[in-house]
C-alpha cells in the first residue's frame, strides 16, 4: 500500500480496499489466535469442566499445572527438549554456514551437483524416510541415545540453501580484499564470513530451535526410554496413558508454548527478515 | 618499491579469450594507468597481477621474480577496490590493521603503523568508527590507509573515484597524487575516465578489447595518438574526424575542408583529426553553419555543420553567433593529424611541432 494518493483510485476507494483486507487479516488471525486461547483456557479448567463450550473456566484451578510438574517428569522433558533444541541448532549453524559458504564461493568439481542433491531433500519429507533412517539409526547403535534424536536432525537442506543464497549476495570485493591481506579460507570464514551472517544466523537460529522443541515424530521413534522424551512426546503421553486428561495436555503445552512465544515476541524482526530474505513462504 | 613487468599475458574464461597476449613494463616508483572502455579487460589485467585471478597465459613479474603462482599476500602488493570493501564490522582501526594482525605484527608497531597511516590520510579522529558511518570519500580513504600500512611494493588501484561525486573525484584524484610523490610508491591505476588518466599518470596504457593500443606520457598520446581510437579516447572535448583525401599537398574533403598537409604523403583516402581547440573561426575560411552554441563562460564550444561534415569548435571568450548562423573555419595545421582510412593507424609524418 502506497503512501501517495494513487491516480486511479479515489481516497474511499483506497479507505475501502484498506478495510477490506484489516478484516480478512484479522479473521485470519482470529482463526489462529482461537485454538490459542482455547487451549489456555482448558489448562485452568478442571477435568470435568474441559469440554463446557465457555471460554472463561467457571472454576479457575492452577491444579494442571501442579499436576504437571509435580506428578509426571515434565521438568526432566523440557531439559531434554532445550538440550537437543539447543545443540541442534548450534552445531547445525556451524555446518550449514560452512557448507552454504562453501557451495557459494569455493570452485571444486561437483559443486552444483552437490547443491542440487541437497537441495532436492527439500522435497522428500521425514515420514517418507523415517524407517531407513531409524535403521540406519539402529545400525549405528543410536537408539535410545541423545545423539540419536540429535544427529540426524542436524541437517537441513532449507539452512543450508539460505545461507548460500545470502553469501552469493554478499559482496566479492570484501572477501578479495581479505585475500589480499593474507587470509586463507579458514581466516576468511572466521573473521570476515561469520560476523557478516550474524543477522541471518540469528533468525535461522530461532527457526532451528522452534523445529527441533516443537519436534514430535523423530524423538518418538528413537527414543523410547522415558529418560530421553522431549516435551512433545510427553504431551502426547497424556492421551495414550490416562485416556483423555484433555485438561492436562492442556496445561502441559501451555508451559511447553511460553518459550516459543517469548523467543518469537524477542525476536519478531529476524524471523520476518528471514522469511523475507529466502523468498520462501 | 619494485617494477612490474608483464610479458604476453593472456587471459581465457573457459573458452572466451578476454585479455589476448600484452606486454608492458611499469618501472619503479611509476604511476602508470590503465585506461580503456569498459570491459575492454583493465581489471581482469590488475586482477592478474594482484594474483586474484589465475594467469592463463605469458607472465607477470614483480621485481625479477614470476608470480604467476605466488600467493596474492605474498606479491607485496596492495590493492584498493571500487567499492572500496571494507570489512563492515570491524572499525577503522581494525580495518587497517587486519593485515598486519594476520601477518602476525607486534601489538605496538601495529599500533604505530596504523597511526602513521592514519596521520597521512587525516583519519585520526575516524579510528573507532565503522564503515557504515562513514561518507564515501572518507570510506575511500581507509581502504587506501589499508593499503598503505602494508607498506607494499606496488599498489593497486580498480576504479578507485567511480563511485564518489565529481567534486570529490577532483579531491581524491589530487590526494591520490600527493600519496604518490610522498611515498614513491609503484602505482598501477584501472580507470576509464581519461581525465583521470591525463591528470594523474605518469605514464597512460590504452587498452582495448584486451589488447594495448598505446603506451605513453599523458602528452605524448595527446600529441601523437597512434590510432583513430587512442586520438579520440584521449582529449575532452573529442578530436574532430574528417574523412577526405591527400592531394597536391594538402587535406581536401568535398564539404570545402582544405588543410596544409605536411609533405611526402601519398595521395589516399585518409581520415584528418583536428582537436576543437585548434578550429578557429575567420571570416575567409571553409564556410561552416552553426547548429548549436554552448557557451561555459571562459570559452565558447560550437558545433558546426558543412554538408556532411560536422564538427565542434572550441574557442576562447564569447561570441556573438546564433544557431542557423553562417561562419567561415580555419584549422591549425599544426594539430593536423592524419589517419589512414582502412586501417585507422597514424600516417607517418614529419613531427610538425
Ligand atoms: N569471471 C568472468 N567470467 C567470464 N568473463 C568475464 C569474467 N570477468 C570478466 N569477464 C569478461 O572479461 C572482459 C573484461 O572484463 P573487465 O576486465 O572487468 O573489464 P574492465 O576493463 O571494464 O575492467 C569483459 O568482457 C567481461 O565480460
Ligand atoms: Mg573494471
Redesign the interface.
Known sequence: MTKKPSLYFSASQVTMVRLVWMTVAAILALMIIFPLLWMTSISFKTAQDAFSPTLLPASPTFGNFTYVITEVPFVRYMANSLFVSATVTVVALFFHSMAGYALARLRFPGRELIFLAIFSTLLVSLPVIIVPLFIIVRAMGMLNTYAGIIVPSIFNAFGIFLLRQYYLSL?R??E????????GYW?IYW??IL??S?PILAALAILFFLANWNAFLWPLTVASDQDLWVVQVGIANFKSEYSAAWNYMMAASTIVAIPTLVLFLIFQRQIMDSIKTSGLK | MARVDIDNVVKRYGTVQVVHGVSTAIEDGEFVILVGPSGCGKSTLLRMIAGLEHVSGGTVSIDGEVVNDVAPKDRNIAMVFQNYALYPHMTVAQNMAFSLKLAGVSRQEMQAKVGNAARTLGLETLLDRFPGQLSGGQRQRVAMGRAIVRDPEVFLFDEPLSNLDAKLRVQMRAEIKALHQRLKTTTIYVTHDQVEAMTMADRIVVMRDGIIEQVGTPLDLYDTPANLFVAGFLGSPTMNFIEGRIEGGRFLNDDGVSIAAPGGLPEAPVIAGIRPNLVGLADKGSPFEVLVVEPTGAETQLVLQAGKTQLVALVQGRVALQPGASVGITFDPAGLHLFDRRTGTRLPQMSPS
Not at chain 1, 578479495?176 to 587470509?183: H, K, L, W
Open positions: 559482496p570485493e570484501i578479495e580484499a581479505a585475500v589480499i591481506d593474507g587470509a581466516r573473521s570476515v560476523p557478516l550474524k
